[in-house]
C-alpha cells in the first residue's frame, strides 16, 4: 500500500469521528455536522472501491467491474434504506434517480470530455458492447417507470395496484440484470488479455478493509440521513435537489473521480466501463432491489416518479445510447451530456 493510499485511509477514519461527533453533539451546527457526513460517505465510498479493487485484481477486469459496481454502491443501499425508515420518501426516490443521472450524464460528460481533449484529433474511441448494454438496460428500466406513472393517472382500476405492479416489475428487472450480468462476464472474460496490475494489500487486509468499510458506511449514512432533513430547512434546499444533486454526488464520489482519471490517463475502455456498470447497476439491480428491500420498511418504495423524472430518464438513456453507440465521442458530445445535468439539477432547486 502507497503512503498516498494509507494517508487516504487515516483521513478516512478522521472524517468518520468527526461525523460520529456531529451526529451526537448537538451543540454542533447541523449544516456542518451534515457536511461531515457528507465527505465521511465519500471516504468510505472510497475504502469500499479500494478494497474491492484489491480483491478483485486476483481475478480479472471482468469480475473487478462487478465487484466495484456492486459492492461500490453500499453507500447509497444505505442512504436510502435509512431515509425510507426515516419517511423521507423524496430523497430516497430522488436519491436512486440522482445516480444515474450524475453517472450517466455529469460523470460521463466530464470523463468524455477529457478523453476527448487528450487525444490528437480529439475523438475518444472505445469499444461499444458496454455502452449500448447498458442503453438498454436503462430503457428497460425507464419503460417499466413510465408504465407505472400511466397507470397512476389512469381512471384504470390497476392505478390501485401500483404496489403490486412495482414488486413485479422490480423481479423482472433483476431477472434480466442476472441474465446480462452472466453473458457480460463470459464476453469480458474471453476478451481478457491477460494484463492485470498487482494487488498492493494482501487478501486478508482487502477483506478486512471491505468489512469495516460496509460497517462505517452503514452507521454514516445513519448520520448522513440525520443531518439532511434539518439542513435542507436551514438552508433552503428542495428534498429533489438534495436528492438529484448532493446524496447522489456524495455517494459516486468514488466513480465521479476514477472515471475522469482513467479517462485522462487515456485508458478510455476502462474509463467507460467504471461509469457505465455504474449506470446499468443503479438502474436494473439497486432500484429494483430497493422496491423489494423497502418492503420491510415504513415508507414502501414503487416506482411511481414525478413525470419530469420519467422523462429524464427516457431522455437520458435515449441520449447516452445515441452519443456512445458508435464507440466514438467528442467534447462537444461531453459537455452536452453535462449541460443537461445542470438544466435538470436547476429543475430539482425549485421542485418541492
Not at 478522521?14 to 460520529?20: H, I, N, P, Q
Not at 456531529?22 to 479500494?50: E, H, I, K, M, N
Not at 434517480?97 to 475518444?124: F, H
Not at 441520449?319 to 453507440?325: A, F, K, P, V
Amino acid at each position: 500500500m502507497s503512503r498516498l493510499q494509507r494517508a487516504t485511509l487515516a483521513l478516512v477514519l478522521v472524517l468518520t469521528g468527526l461525523a460520529a461527533v456531529g451526529r451526537y453533539d448537538s451543540a454542533l451546527p447541523r449544516v456542518l455536522a451534515f457536511v461531515l457526513a457528507a465527505l465521511a460517505l465519500a471516504g468510505q465510498a472510497w475504502t469500499v472501491s479500494f478494497a474491492t479493487e484489491q480483491i478483485g485484481t486476483r481475478y480479472g477486469p471482468a469480475i473487478t467491474g462487478v465487484l466495484q459496481s456492486t459492492i461500490g454502491n453500499l453507500p447509497e443501499f444505505f442512504v436510502v434504506l435509512f431515509a425510507l425508515e426515516a419517511g423521507a420518501r423524496i430523497v430516497a426516490e430522488t436519491a436512486l434517480i440522482g445516480s444515474i443521472l450524475v453517472n450517466a450524464l455529469l460523470v460521463l460528460g466530464l470523463v468524455l470530455a477529457t478523453g476527448a481533449s487528450r487525444e490528437r484529433d480529439g475523438v475518444m474511441r472505445f469499444r461499444t458492447g458496454l455502452p449500448n448494454d447498458t442503453a438498454t438496460l436503462m430503457l428497460i428500466a425507464s419503460l417499466t417507470i413510465v408504465l407505472i406513472a400511466l397507470v397512476t393517472g389512469s381512471p384504470d382500476l390497476a392505478r390501485r395496484h401500483v404496489q403490486a405492479i412495482s414488486i413485479v416489475g422490480a423481479a423482472a428487472l433483476l431477472i434480466v440484470y442476472a441474465i446480462w450480468m452472466r453473458q457480460y462476464l463470459r464476453g469480458d472474460r474471453a476478451a481478457d488479455d491477460g494484463e492485470r496490475e498487482p494487488a498492493r494489500v494482501s487478501m486478508r487486509v482487502a477483506i478486512a478493509l471491505l468489512v469495516a468499510a460496509g460497517v462505517g458506511s452503514a452507521f454514516v449514512s445513519d448520520w448522513f440521513v440525520a443531518a439532511l432533513e434539518p439542513t435542507i430547512h436551514q438552508v433552503h434546499l428542495s428534498q429533489s435537489f438534495a436528492g438529484i444533486v448532493i446524496v447522489a454526488i456524495a455517494g459516486n464520489a468514488v466513480e465521479n473521480a476514477a472515471g475522469i482519471y482513467l479517462a485522462y490517463k487515456r485508458k478510455h475502455d476502462l474509463a467507460i466501463s467504471v461509469v457505465k456498470n455504474s449506470v446499468a447497476q443503479i438502474a436494473a439491480f439497486l432500484y429494483p432491489l430497493m422496491v423489494l428491500v423497502s418492503l420491510a420498511t415504513v415508507t414502501p418504495l414503487t416506482f411511481t416518479l414525478a413525470p419530469v423524472w420519467v422523462g429524464a430518464l427516457i431522455g437520458t438513456a435515449i441520449l447516452i445510447w445515441q452519443i456512445t453507440g458508435d464507440g466514438e465521442a467528442t467534447p462537444f458530445e461531453g459537455a452536452a451530456l453535462v449541460a443537461i445535468y445542470v438544466v435538470l439539477a436547476t429543475v430539482a432547486a425549485f421542485e418541492r
